[in-house]
């Protein structure tokens, strides 16, 4: 029933997002947390593709000197998705620096973990 | 008198300028560059609102020239000016006012790369408030995103970057929300500019009423920008985030980053969905209750905390639920409300945590209510600074807290159901009274005097604070003695608005 609303790729790039989020809500590994960020990007990415994309049409480049649009797929979603993939590589890198320092402070990337070695210095003090 | 109408544009490219630029500035120069820029940008500002509000009018400015539905556009109206005067303005008072800190707090070599960071938020503050394309909107809330982290990590202690990874996470997954809320906008609309967006939509309504995708698109959207923005229940992170980073970082992330959301948000609503129909869809109810139940959450923990950032903290929580309550009135006064109140938190929030770690300096670096007494006698400055915003945050008349509930009061009255009207009758009423229960109860504690603590007087004024504290209580006080100005500005700017 639902492929009759959305195409196979539409459905695919959700269940895609939905796998992303809840791994970025629920691992508690940070590296994990970051890959399910990806993942969940990627969705949305193959989400404009596909909306993008127009059957029996070719790429919006050009060729053989045919001007008319309607021979060309939408080229926006794909321009929405390069702007998409910089923004997700800057976040990516920002949260690994982060990951990075985290890890040098308290040689763990289990966040549990972090909580509790705060606590006990906590304590300590 | 023309030439005005590139100042939006200028406004955004010079902000990122100079945050390139700061990257290569020493220390202090960073400092006063920024300072001088931001009074530059606060000038700018403040002739954009003189020449919309007298031209009456609002005016696109198309990038590079390509017409309406495929070009990018930034839009200039006289709620865009008030707004980007407003938070230019606290963004001056916040840096100012905390610098001294940032020298303690940071590695020196490193403080001109916090003046970096604060000329790109800027730059994507401005842009979410002057942006007339969702997906321009979409990447300079992840710049803002960053920006805000960067501020945060500059305090380099482990529990900052624990701090700051909680805060990233929760707005990656409000920004990925946000963005699949974009895409599914755009598929139903088949544009991303926001008038024409808004075209497309109230044609579908017209002819078959709200669709369920149109709403599950607004839902989407709505809960990603709620998360980001700090409504309860996403509103766990704030103590943390705010208490341990720099005052400056938490004046700018609790009055401007949360707001720049907030602002985004409101004008999706106004500008791309309109008013009468989102009416229609459920998200409205949700947001009225969520945004009453963070009134209540966030007063009451605010009232059991020891320690006074995380009360200013979950204060700031508290006042989140008023905006959203307002927005979830889904009325014109209801929006004017939450406008309004954005703007009066925002100068009230970034004084109490400018005054906090004076206060917490004289008592010997306490943070905790007990060791916090006398603070006020030995560094009255600070003890003066903080009962005015205190008493904002309370909403004696006067001050722009009252000005803001007072609105509150009027658009829950001219809500139409005696329901809502009761409840935020009831939520205002309560949660007055408890932010005068824990802010009063503040106030006596650092005005006791404290007996013989060896701690020292506090005698020197530094130019510093004082002039950022005096410049945001005069504000606060014409917010409040003449909200009517303001609001008369809101109204003509949000009647521009479709």
Not at chain 2, 130 to 156: P, Q
Not at chain 2, 403 to 416: N, P, R, V, Y
């Amino acid at each position: 029933m639902i492929t009759e609303l959305l195409s196979n790729e539409e459905v695919a790039a959700i269940v895609l997002f939905g796998i992303g989020f809840t791994m970025l809500l629920f691992q508690k590994n940070l590296i994990k947390k970051l890959i399910g960020m990806n993942i969940m990007d990627s969705g949305v990415f193959l989400f404009l593709a596909s909306m993008g994309y127009i059957g029996g049409r070719k790429a919006p480049i050009v060729t053989d000197g045919i001007a008319e649009a309607e021979n060309y797929i939408n080229p926006l979603p794909a321009g929405l998705v390069l702007t998409g993939i910089v923004v997700s590589v800057s976040v990516t890198a920002v949260m690994l620096s982060l990951t990075i320092r985290l890890y040098r402070r308290f040689h763990t990337l289990d966040l549990d973990n972090v909580y509790e070695l705060l606590k006990q210095k906590a304590e300590e003090k | 008198m023309d030439f005005i109408r590139n100042f939006p544009l200028f406004m955004i490219i010079l902000s990122l300028f100079s945050g390139a630029l700061c990257f290569m500035l020493p220390r202090k120069a960073s400092f006063v560059y920024t300072v001088c820029f931001e009074c530059l940008l606060t000038a700018m500002a403040a002739a954009l609102l003189v020449f919309t509000s007298q031209t009456g009018s609002s005016f696109t400015y198309t990038m590079g020239e390509f017409p309406a539905p495929w070009g990018n556009e930034i839009r200039a109206g006289i709620t865009e000016s008030v707004f980007a005067l407003g938070f230019v303005f606290i963004l001056l008072c916040s840096v100012t006012g905390g610098y001294r800190y940032l020298n303690g707090d940071t590695d020196p070599t490193k403080v001109n790369l916090f003046f970096a960071l604060v000329n790109l938020l800027t730059a994507a503050l401005l842009s979410l408030v002057f942006t007339n394309d969702i997906f321009t909107g979409y990447v300079f809330l992840e710049i803002l995103t960053l920006a805000s982290c960067g501020t945060v990590v500059v305090r380099e202690i482990g529990k900052t970057t624990l701090a700051a990874i909680r805060y990233m996470i929760l707005n990656l997954l409000g920004s990925g929300l946000f963005l699949l809320g974009v895409v599914l906008l755009y598929d139903i609309t088949g544009n991303l500019l926001m008038e024409p967006m808004h075209g497309v939509i109230t044609e579908i309504v017209s002819e078959s009423g709200v669709i369920p995708s149109l709403s599950i698109a607004v839902a989407i959207l709505t809960i990603g920008l709620s998360i980001k923005s700090g409504l309860f229940p996403f509103h766990y992170w704030m103590p943390d985030t705010y208490g341990f980073s720099t005052p400056s970082a938490a004046a700018i992330l609790s009055s401007l980053t949360s707001k720049g959301y907030i602002f985004l948000l409101i004008k999706i609503y106004c500008r791309v969905i309109g008013l009468d129909t989102l009416r229609q869809m459920p998200v409205c109810d949700v947001l009225l209750s969520l945004g009453l139940l963070g009134i209540a959450v966030g007063s009451v923990q605010a009232m059991h905390t020891n320690n006074i950032n995380t009360m200013i903290a979950f204060s700031s929580a508290a006042q989140i639920g008023y905006i959203f309550a307002g927005i979830g009135l889904c009325t014109e006064d209801g929006m004017i409300a939450a406008l309004f109140h954005i703007l009066a938190h925002a100068m009230t929030k970034s004084m109490l945590f400018i005054t906090v770690p004076r206060l917490s300096e004289a008592a010997g670096g306490a943070k905790v209510f007990r060791d916090l007494q006398g603070s006020g006698i030995r560094d009255k400055d600070a003890g003066v600074a903080f009962a005015i915003g205190a008493f904002s945050m309370i909403g004696i008349p006067i001050f722009a807290g009252f000005a803001s509930k007072l609105l509150f009061g009027i658009a829950a009255i001219d809500s139409g159901s005696n329901f809502k009207l009761t409840m935020i009758m009831l939520a205002l009423a309560v949660s007055s009274m408890l932010n005068a229960i824990y802010f009063i109860r503040t106030l006596i504690r650092i005005f006791t005097p404290a007996g013989d603590t060896g701690l020292m007087e506090h005698p020197r004024h530094h130019a510093g604070f004082l002039i950022p504290v005096a410049l945001l209580t005069a504000v606060n006080l014409f917010l409040g003695l003449f909200s009517g100005v303001v609001t008369e500005l809101i109204t003509r700017g949000l009647a521009m608005f479709p």
